[in-house]
C-alpha cells in the first residue's frame, strides 16, 4: 500500500504563489504523479502530471503559471503555483500510480486533498 501525505495548502491574494508537496510511502514501484483538483460544484480535473521519465503534462488554464516537479530520492512530488487567480480555487488531490514488486497492474493512489483559496 501506498500513503500519500500533502502539505502546502493555504490562503492567498491573486497573483500571489503557493507550493504544494506530497510525499509517497510504502514499498512500491512509482511510475506517473501528478495533481487534481476539484471546485464546488464542478467536476476533478487533472491539472499536471510527470512521469518516472520526466515527462510533464498540464491543463492549458495553468501553463506558464505553474511547474511540476518530483525528487525521486524522497518520493516526493511538488507542485509551484504562481501568478494565482481565484478561479484555482479548489481541493487538491495528489495522485501516484504504482505497484508492489510482485503485481505487475497498476493501482491509483489519493491524498487526503488540500485547501487552496485564492481570494482578496
Known amino acids: 500500500q501506498v500513503q500519500l501525505v500533502e502539505s502546502g495548502g493555504g490562503l492567498v491574494q491573486p497573483g500571489g504563489s503557493l507550493r504544494l508537496s506530497c510525499l509517497a510511502s510504502g514499498s512500491n514501484i512509482i511510475n506517473v504523479m501528478g495533481w487534481y483538483r476539484q471546485a464546488p460544484g464542478k467536476q476533478r480535473e487533472l491539472v499536471a502530471s510527470?512521469?518516472?521519465?520526466?515527462?510533464?503534462d498540464y491543463v492549458d488554464s495553468v501553463k506558464g503559471r505553474f511547474t511540476i516537479s518530483r525528487d525521486t530520492a524522497k518520493n516526493t512530488v511538488y507542485l509551484q503555483m504562481n501568478s494565482l487567480k481565484p478561479e484555482d480555487t479548489a481541493v487538491y488531490y495528489c495522485n501516484v500510480k504504482a505497484r508492489s514488486s510482485v503485481i505487475f497492474a497498476y493501482t491509483n493512489y489519493w491524498g487526503q486533498g488540500t485547501q487552496v483559496t485564492v481570494s482578496s
Open positions: 510527470i512521469s518516472s521519465g520526466g515527462s510533464t
